[in-house]
C-alpha cells in the first residue's frame, strides 16, 4: 500500500506507519559513506543497521505523541519517516495548554527514557569502561553499535527540545506562553522564535553539516504555516458547518463516462464532484483523477474507475475549526455533509475561506465610522 510516495510499513496500536520515498537517499548516503571510507561493504552494512536501529527510536518516539494525544480523545491518522525524522499527523493538538504540554513532551521523553534504558544495560554488563572510541588504522572512528544508540537517543532528546517551533521544543515553549496569553499570541512568538532559529539552522548548515540547511527549511516553513491556520482557526471561531455549506453542486453516476465528468468540469467552477447511487454517497471525483483517467483510459471510461471512495463524511453542527482537520490539502479536499441519514451538501476549503472573507468584510463594514450628515 502506498500513500503520497510512501510505503506502508505495518500499522501498530491502530496507527499507521508510513516510509517516505526520500528515506531511501540517507540508507544509500550511508553506506556509500561507509564504503568509500575503505572499511568495504560489511561496515556499510553495519552503518545501514545502525540507521535503522535509530528510526525504530525515532518511530517510538513518535508513537510516546501520538498515545499521549489518544489519552485525550485525538487521533493520529499516521506516522511518516522521512530523512529528517518522522511526522505524526494528529488530527489536532489538544487546546488546553496542559494537554498540549503533555503531547509535546511525550517525544523527548521517550529518547530520554531509551537513553536510561541502555545505560543501565552498559553500566550492569561493565561496557562503559571500554566505550571510548577506538581509533581504526585509516584513521577513523569505530563507536560501539549501542553505545551509539545511547549518544544517538540523548542528542535526540536534547535537540527536540530546542524551542524552534513547530519542533517539540517549540510546541512546548508555545503551551507554557499559553496558560498566559491567548493561544494566537503565544503561537505568534513561538513561531517567531522558531523562524529565528530556522534561519539560524540553515546558515549554519552551510558550513557544518547540510542536513541542518533541510531542518531549517521546515521548520520555517512549517512555523509560518502553524501560525496561520491558528489565526485562521480563531477566525473561524462561532462557526459551523452549516455556514459555510455548498447545496448546489453537480451529482454523477459511478456509469457516467469521464467525458461528462469533463463537461461539467468546463461548465462549473466545481473541481470535486460528488458520485452517488441510489440517492447514496459511494465516492467522490477529482480534477486531478479525471486527468488521469483521461491519459489511462479515454472519455469512455466510467468515473468508477477513478473516484475515491474513501471520503470525509461531516454533519450540520461541526465546527468549521474541527472540518479544516479533516481535510487536510493535498488529503481530502471536500466533506460530504449528512444530516439525519440524508445527503443536504458538500463542503470544501474553499467554501471556508469564501466564509472567511465574507466575514472579514462584514466586520470591516461594521467597524466603519457612521457617515457624516
Given amino acids: 500500500m502506498t500513500k503520497h510516495w510512501s510505503i506502508k510499513l505495518g500499522r501498530f496500536a491502530g496507527i499507521d506507519v508510513f516510509i517516505h520515498w526520500t528515506f531511501w537517499i540517507i540508507i ?3 553506506f556509500l559513506l561507509h564504503f568509500n571510507a575503505g572499511n568495504g561493504i560489511e561496515a556499510g552494512i553495519r552503518g545501514i543497521l545502525f540507521i535503522l536501529a535509530l528510526f525504530l527510536c525515532v518511530v517510538l518516539h513518535e508513537f510516546g505523541h501520538a498515545l499521549t494525544a ?154 509560518a504555516r502553524e501560525a496561520a491556520f491558528e489565526k485562521t482557526k480563531a477566525l473561524l471561531a462561532g462557526l459551523r458547518v452549516k455556514d459555510a455549506l455548498m447545496h448546489k453542486f453537480t451529482v454523477l453516476n459511478p456509469d457516467d463516462t469521464l467525458g461528462r465528468a469533463v463537461d461539467s468540469l468546463l461548465d462549473s467552477q466545481e473541481t470535486h464532484f460528488l458520485i452517488t447511487e441510489e440517492n447514496e454517497p459511494v465516492g467522490v471525483l477529482s480534477r486531478n483523477e479525471i486527468i488521469k483517467g483521461l491519459s489511462e483510459r479515454g472519455r469512455d471510461a466510467p468515473v468508477s474507475l477513478f473516484m475515491q471512495r474513501d471520503f470525509v463524511i461531516v454533519g450540520m453542527d461541526m465546527k468549521l475549526q474541527e472540518l479544516l482537520q479533516k481535510i487536510a490539502p493535498g488529503e481530502q479536499d471536500l466533506a460530504v455533509v449528512i444530516e439525519g441519514g440524508s445527503l443536504v451538501g458538500l463542503i470544501d476549503r474553499q467554501n471556508v475561506e469564501e466564509r472567511l472573507l465574507i466575514n472579514e468584510a462584514l466586520k470591516q463594514r461594521r467597524g466603519d465610522p457612521a457617515p457624516h450628515r
Wanted: proline share 5%.
Fill in 28 to 30: 544509500g548516503w550511508i
Fill in 70 to 223: 489518544r489519552r485525550y480523545g485525538i487521533t493520529t491518522r499516521d506516522i511518516t519517516l522521512y530523512p529528517i525524522g518522522g511526522v505524526a499527523s494528529l488530527e489536532s493538538m489538544p487546546d488546553k495548554p496542559a494537554q498540549e504540554l503533555a503531547v509535546a513532551v511525550a517525544g523527548p521523553l521517550v529518547n530520554a527514557g531509551i537513553a536510561v534504558i541502555i545505560a543501565v544495560y552498559l553500566g550492569i554488563s561493565g561496557q562503559f569502561p571500554g566505550l571510548r572510541a577506538s581509533a581504526l588504522e585509516n584513521g577513523s572512528l569505530e563507536i560501539p553499535f549501542v553505545f551509539g544508540l545511547f549518544v544517538a537517543n540523548t542528542v535526540l532528546f536534547v535537540f527536540n527540545l530546542i524551542p524552534a517551533f513547530p519542533m517539540d521544543g517549540g510546541r512546548i515553549l508555545r503551551a507554557l506562553l499559553s496558560f498566559r496569553l491567548d493561544k494566537v499570541l503565544a503561537t505568534q512568538i513561538a513561531a517567531g522564535i522558531g523562524q529565528s532559529l530556522a534561519i539560524l539552522f540553515v546558515f549554519l548548515g552551510f558550513f557544518f553539516n547540510f542536513w541542518l540547511v533541510f531542518i531549517g527549511l521546515f521548520v520555517y516553513l512549517g512555523a
